[in-house]
């Protein structure tokens, strides 16, 4: 039986056990989605990958890389049924707090053109817009380019 603290949620390090769960919302939410290697990739390689999780279950998570004054979100997500109630900004200040702990000066991210949501997110966290790549994502029938967002640490 579940204790009342284990149904607060909670923001941890994601574990190779994690991945059938993180590839299940991953081919959810998006068309074009990473594959479980990309994120074996990302755990092997030590990138800073965390998850969402309430009693046992995994409902969101993220992916940067730090490499000397420079962060990279990679992909953040959040599952359909649990949108819209704050997680997404919640696990992106936890990457923030990480990148400041580390003396990160700026945190860069692409996001796709048409992508209103997690734009909207990361503008009102304090995100500009500094780049266009063009062609950046597959996308249907073509590419699409991406906005290269910063946010100054
Ligand atoms: C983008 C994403 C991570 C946002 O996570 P979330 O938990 O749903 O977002 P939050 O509840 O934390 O929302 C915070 C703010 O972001 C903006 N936002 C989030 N979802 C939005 C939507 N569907 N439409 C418009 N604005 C949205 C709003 O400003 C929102 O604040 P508000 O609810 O007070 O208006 C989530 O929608 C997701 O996983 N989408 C699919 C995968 C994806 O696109 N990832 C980003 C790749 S770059």
Request: aromatic letters at 12%; charged letters at 25%; glycine letters at 8%.
């Amino acid at each position: 039986m579940s204790t009342p603290w284990q149904e607060t949620p909670q923001i941890r390090c994601m574990l190779p056990a994690d991945l059938d769960a993180v590839v299940a919302i991953e081919r959810e939410v998006f068309l074009f989605p990473w594959t479980r290697g990309n994120f074996g990739d990302s755990l092997d390689s030590s990138y800073h990958c965390l998850v969402l999780e309430q009693a046992d279950h995994i409902f969101g998570y993220g992916v940067m890389t730090i490499g000397a004054d420079e962060a990279h979100l990679l992909t953040l997500s959040i599952a359909a049924g649990w949108q819209r109630q704050g997680w997404g900004e919640k696990l992106l200040q936890h990457f923030i707090h990480i990148g400041r702990e580390r003396h990160v000066r700026s945190m860069f991210l692409d996001v796709r053109e048409s992508n209103y949501a997690a734009a909207r997110l990361y503008e009102r966290i304090g995100f500009r817009h500094i780049a266009r790549r063009k062609d950046y994502y597959p996308a249907m029938g073509g590419r699409e380019d991406s906005l290269v967002m910063e946010l100054m640490l």
